[in-house]
């Protein structure tokens, strides 16, 4: 299932144009020039929006969009409860469905609330979700809108920097079940989505840092110039200046677009933005998805990818040491020394990144590079994770 229905969603989509400021408004966070990024993903294009204050202007982006009159929002009571007034001052006519959000919550239970809210609101196939909240709520809305009567309009309003930069990008939604994560899902591309990194005042620190470690991922699997540029403006990062943060994560969803243009449904270069995420989802699903954040976890898994490419001779170990440098500033990971390091390999064996029995490993070769294999063995793995500081 891919794009969106064709309709007047579609056709006043290309007719678009960047959405004009409203000089009425004196709102000293709005930026009245959104920076703009298209992504050009094969089923479907679409523009993402990225500025300060742009919550205050989600009318006029949503409707030069093709977001008509009947509209939803899906949030979380946090994040309704922090912007809710904010999202409904600037577009009164959104229905809001609110479900709880975490990954525990990412359920065909809570998307059944969200087909019910649809369906209690006289949702038709003329009408867009709205999602609004963090990667969770972007999946778990989008798999609503891909499957509600086979697929309304949608769109992403992300308020995570994870969601910001990677998951509100490049059409992957679904929800998990009890057998896995993200087991059933769909790609289906939003019509247009908006970033405000002034949301993510409110975000509790170690989530914010959590996105960073997303980042830093780009920059390490493809973007030198990201990497050193986060690298370079960890301070102002790191306290959530907007001005610091708008060009990072602009550069982030660029780099996501390319690579969704590229290769839309992962079969091949999408894979790259897997870096760190063999290792990761393995320490996620062995301490039960409780102890980690998904992005902590990425964090561990670069930092034994790193290992593996040092031993191999493919990663100039000054490389590693910057690599490792740029993730111990951002503040201490979560301890992961009583886990074994046997048992991790028992966890990538059920990774969906295993394709007729070879582990597709992304592997560092320089710090914005780096290149997809298929033979790390369980000695260099092994090896890499004690080096963590996993035990036996
Ligand atoms: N579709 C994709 O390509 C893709 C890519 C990466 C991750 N994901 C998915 O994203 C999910 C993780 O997303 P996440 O890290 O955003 O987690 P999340 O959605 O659970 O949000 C994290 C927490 O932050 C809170 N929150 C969100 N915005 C806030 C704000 N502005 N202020 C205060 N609190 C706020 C939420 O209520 C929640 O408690 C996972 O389910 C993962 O599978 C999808
Ligand atoms: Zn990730």
Redesign the pocket.
């Known amino acids: 299932m891919t794009g969106q229905p064709a309709g007047a969603n579609l056709l006043s989509y290309h007719r678009q144009k960047a959405p004009r400021p409203n000089p009425q408004r004196h709102d000293p966070m709005a930026n009245t020039h959104p920076l703009r990024i298209e992504i050009a993903a094969p089923s479907r294009s679409y523009p993402v929006l990225v500025a300060a204050g742009m919550i205050q202007d989600l009318e006029s982006a949503l409707k030069e969009a093709g977001v008509g009159a009947s509209c939803f929002v899906v949030s979380?009571?946090?994040?309704w409860g922090?912007?809710g007034e904010a999202f409904h001052g600037a577009l009164p006519e959104a229905a809001p469905i609110v479900v709880p959000?975490?990954?525990r919550?990412?359920t065909p239970a809570v998307a059944s609330r969200i087909y019910d809210g649809l369906l209690k609101g006289g949702a038709d196939r003329s009408s867009t979700l709205i999602t609004f909240?963090?990667?969770?709520?972007?999946?778990?809305g989008?798999f609503a809108a891909a499957t509600y009567m086979r697929g309304i309009g949608l769109a992403h309003v992300?308020?995570?920097?994870?969601?910001q930069v990677?998951?509100?990008?490049?059409?992957?939604?679904?929800i998990?079940l009890p057998g896995g994560?993200?087991l059933v899902?769909a790609f289906y591309q939003p019509s247009i989505v908006v970033i405000d990194p002034g949301?993510?005042?409110?975000?509790?620190r170690r989530?914010f840092r959590?996105?960073l470690y997303?980042v830093l991922k780009y920059g390490v699997a493809c973007d030198r110039d990201l990497f050193d540029e986060v690298c370079a403006g960890m301070g102002p990062l790191t306290r959530r200046d907007p001005a610091a943060l708008t060009p990072v994560i602009t550069a982030c969803c660029r780099v996501k677009g390319a690579i969704v243009a590229a290769d839309e449904r992962e079969t091949g270069a999408r894979r790259v933005l897997n870096f760190g995420h063999t290792v990761g989802h393995a320490l996620e699903a062995a301490t039960r998805y409780r102890r980690l954040?998904?992005?902590e976890a990425v964090a561990y898994g670069m930092l034994a990818a790193c290992a593996i490419a040092v031993a191999r001779g493919a990663l100039a170990a000054a490389d590693r040491n910057t690599i490792a440098g740029a993730i111990a500033q951002l503040g201490p990971l979560p301890p992961v020394n009583d886990l074994s390091a046997a048992a991790q390999l028992e966890f990538m064996q059920h990774d969906k990144k295993v394709h007729e029995g070879r582990l597709h490993f992304v592997l560092p070769a320089g710090i914005g590079n780096s290149e997809i294999v298929t033979d790390v063995s369980e000695v260099e793995l092994l090896r890499a994770l004690r080096e963590l500081g996993l035990g036996e």
């Open positions: 979380s009571p946090t994040v922090f912007w959000d975490g990954e919550h990412k909240g963090g990667g969770v709520i972007g999946d778990m989008g992300p308020t995570t920097l994870l969601a990677d998951a509100a990008i490049g059409g992957k939604v679904g998990n994560k993200n899902g949301v993510l005042a409110t975000l509790p989530e959590a996105g997303e954040l998904h992005g």
